[in-house]
């Protein structure tokens, strides 16, 4: 049976949530500079040389695309963020909830924004058809990945009477 199921760890309600957070916040470190990447990239565009040749459709998944990451960025932050206004004050289950919420919704968010990007590229570089079947595509392969994989798997180990 793997070592991180809770029944079989000897911890304390105060170690479980110094782990819950510490982990929490290290998946933060990893997803942090993707959007940044992303971000920074969807900053340029508009300032580029062919930005006036580009369709209604394409400045309208594009500025959603760049509010979607907006509100990643910031999603993606919120832990941190919450953990240092909250530092010492006794409401660690708390921060530890709301990070982990914050940390979900900012991955939904980056994955839209994600599949926006791939949309707006492959219609530029083809058509309109092409950009929605590779930003369905994309979009489709990563809530695989990013939900239902991890969520089968939980759903298996509640049958079973893991958790």
Known sequence: MPYDRIKDREETEAERLDRQLLELLNEVRV???GVQVLFAFL???PFSSQWDKTTDLQQDVYFATLLL???ATALL???SAIHRLLFE???KDFVVAAAHRSMLAG???LALAVSGAVFLVSDVLFNVTAAAVAAGCTFGFTVALWYVV???RRLRLQRQGHE
Do not use: I, S
């Open 107 to 109: 991955l939904t968010t």
């Open 89 to 91: 004050r006794g409401e």
């Open 31 to 33: 997803a942090v500079p």
């Open 77 to 79: 932050l919120a832990p």
């Open 43 to 45: 900053l340029t565009v």
């Open 69 to 71: 990451t907006a509100a």
């Open 150 to 152: 991890p969520l089968k």
